[in-house]
T-cell receptor
Framework: GAVVSQHPSWVICKSGTSVKIECRSL??????MFWYRQFPKQSLMLMAT?????????EQGVEKDKFLINHASLTLSTLTVTSAHPEDSSFYIC??????????FGPGTRLTVL | AQSVTQLDSHVSVSEGTPVLLRCNYS??????LFWYVQHPNKGLQLLLK??????LVKGINGFEAEFKKSETSFHLTKPSAHMSDAAEYFC????????????FGTGTRLTIIP
């Protein structure tokens, strides 16, 4: 399977600042990347899907102006949480996919907004 | 629309005894079904997947699951639990609408008693 990294693994920021999270596919050219959000003791919820070179498709209820996704290459996608607030504190997980194959998940990034 | 119900939020078994984690699904289409495991501070790992081939699916680490269409179930089993099996397990249903969309269950935390 693919090896997926996320950076940073843990970030604390002040309310009102923006935070960028990177998702890299280390050994795999991913045509599609996904971003999920996981609240404590809850399941993963799909936030958006992005295909390389295209704009991301956001799930209903996810603010695209707040959660900016850039899928710059076949190995890199970034999620920027703009003007973060405490309610944005969560665990953000990315996954990568090539064609219709299995999704491979990153280790996640824990965001805490003070 | 598709959904997944994991019937137990927490399961405890003694080491060496069988494991049963229950999952029921709902899907308007022929689904693909997965079980993922999440260890603390690690990414989601695919245990096994069903994609309309054999109804009994064997996965990694001795786990297997049986797809039962009449019961809309996809329960995960293992004959003998090991301490290293302690983790969070997610049942997942997949459908394709251009891109793949995974819908996760709420998870079952498996505890192994020495």
């Amino acid at each position: 399977g693919a090896v997926v990294s996320q950076h940073p693994s843990w970030v604390i920021c002040k309310s009102g600042t923006s935070v960028k999270i990177e998702c890299r596919s280390l050994d795999f050219q991913a045509t599609t990347m996904f971003w999920y959000r996981q609240f404590p003791k809850q399941s993963l919820m799909l936030m958006a899907t992005s295909n390389e070179g295209s704009k991301a498709t956001y799930e209903q209820g996810v603010e695209k102006d707040k959660f900016l996704i850039n899928h710059a290459s076949l190995t890199l996608s970034t999620l920027t949480v703009t003007s973060a607030h405490p309610e944005d504190s969560s665990f953000y997980i990315c996954s990568v996919q090539r064609g219709g194959d299995t999704q491979y998940f990153g280790p996640g990034t824990r965001l805490t907004v003070l | 629309a598709q959904s997944v119900t994991q019937l137990d939020s927490h399961v405890s078994v003694s080491e060496g005894t069988p494991v049963l984690l229950r999952c029921n699904y709902s899907s308007s289409y022929s689904p693909s079904l997965f079980w993922y495991v999440q260890h603390p501070n690690k990414g989601l790992q695919l245990l096994l997947k069903y994609t309309s081939a054999a109804t009994l699916v064997k996965g990694i680490n001795g786990f297997e699951a049986e797809f039962k269409k009449s019961e809309t179930s996809f329960h995960l089993t293992k004959p003998s639990a090991h301490m290293s099996d302690a983790a969070e397990y997610f049942c997942v249903v997949s459908v394709y609408f251009g891109n793949e969309k995974l819908t996760f269950g709420t998870g079952t935390r498996l505890t192994i008693i020495p």
